[in-house]
């Protein structure tokens, strides 16, 4: 046997686990394979995570009228709960049945004004000439509706909605009555030294989301009634459904503003130009009121969402998940906002705690 044979040191080729270069190239595919499976189960699952992130964004609510009622009403949390879920339930029934007959008649009528003004529109435009007839109108609104998403099939139908709806506020009373018992559940999952940072973050985002949703209510409560009394005082049709379109549509921030605009608008101008001036000008006011004094003192000091950020985020989650996409963009864009700066804020710290090691501080 030779010398080279003899001090020969066999090593494992890239065939072998073993060998260091397939190790780390199976982990790295691994990670990729975990995160195509994480993302195919997101897209599968879709509706039911959804539904739990509209049931947080509802018990959210529920806790910050709970925790409002504490500064006035000294009594046990479950009470104080209880007085904000019969108050909402109140108001439903106040909306939808003592006014739903009127409303039911606006509704009609407004469908049929609004047609007859879209008609108008194309009318306008051909003669300008633009080549648009009003059937493509009317074609690109129905298009834009039903293309809202393909996953929330579920929903689109009036049994799945109701069904859907009842789920969630259910799932939201219970998370409600005692959040920190399901906080403390996930926080049981998690590694020891995770859980003070997850708890910092939930306390964070429960703090944000109370703030978002405050701002949400009491623009809604602001736009929906100035509104309709402004309507109302100036003669405009069917201001009522108008004031409670505007109050629902303010719940989603840039696109709700725009839809109800459009409605107000059209509406107006259907009364005779002065009506329709008059209107726009009353869209105005609210809209400058609620933006520059309403979200600025309530929801931006909060969360300061940039509005191009919102509206990109509202335009992916209504193509991917139809109308609760559109419903919970802006929450689940706050929560990451908050994640993502919790993150940053701890690795900053561990830094500066190292490089304090390091010069003996």
């Known amino acids: 046997m030779s010398d080279t044979q003899q001090h020969h040191v066999e090593e494992p080729g890239p065939s072998e686990v073993r060998s260091p270069l397939v190790a780390h190239e199976l982990q790295r595919a691994g990670v990729w394979f975990a995160l195509a499976i994480v993302i195919g189960l997101v897209a599968l699952l879709s509706q039911p995570i959804l539904l739990v992130l509209g049931a947080l964004v509802l018990a959210t609510m529920m806790d910050g009228g709970a925790r409002l009622l504490k500064r006035v009403l000294p009594i046990a949390r479950g009470w104080r ?3 904000v879920l019969l108050g909402a339930v109140a108001f439903m029934v106040w909306t939808f049945y003592l006014t739903g007959s009127s409303l039911m008649e606006q509704a009609q009528a407004m469908r049929t004004i609004v047609e007859a003004q ?3 529109v194309g009318g306008w435009m051909q ?6 007839t009003p059937e493509d109108l009317k074609s690109l609104a129905s298009q834009a509706m039903s ?13 799945g909605a109701i069904t859907s709806g009842v789920m969630m506020l259910v799932l939201a009373i219970f998370i409600a009555v005692d959040p920190k018992l399901y906080e403390r559940g996930v926080a049981w999952m998690l590694p020891m030294e995770k859980r003070s940072h997850f708890y910092a973050i939930a306390d964070k985002m429960g703090w944000t989301l109370r703030r978002l949703m405050a701002g949400r209510l009491i623009g809604m409560g602001v736009e929906g009634v100035g509104t ?3 309507l109302w005082a100036g003669g405009v049709p069917m201001a009522g459904l108008l004031g ?10 840039n696109i709700g503003s725009i839809i109800s605009g459009i409605l107000i608008i059209l509406v107006g101008f259907s009364g005779g130009t002065d009506t329709g001036l008059y209107a726009f000008g009353v869209y105005l006011a609210v809209q400058i ?6 979200v600025p003192m309530v929801a931006k000091k909060a969360t300061d969402l940039a509005p191009a950020l919102v509206l990109a985020a509202q335009i992916l989650f209504g193509a991917l998940f139809g109308i609760m996409g559109l419903f919970l963009a802006d929450p689940i864009v706050a929560m990451i906002k908050v994640y993502l700066e919790e993150r940053s804020r701890r690795l900053e710290e561990k830094r500066t705690a190292r490089v304090a090691e390091r010069l003996g501080v």
């Not at 003669?127 to 648009?132: K, L, P, R």
Request: net charge positive.
């Open 118 to 120: 879209v008609a108008r």
């Open 289 to 294: 009121v609620d933006g520059y004094l309403i």
């Open 81 to 83: 709960l209880t007085i």
């Open 244 to 253: 409670i379109l505007t109050g629902l549509f303010a719940f989603l921030p």
């Open 147 to 159: 293309s809202m998403g393909r996953v929330t099939a579920a929903v689109g139908t009036a049994v």
């Open 228 to 230: 309709w009394l402004l």
């Open 127 to 132: 003669q300008m000439g633009v080549s648009t």
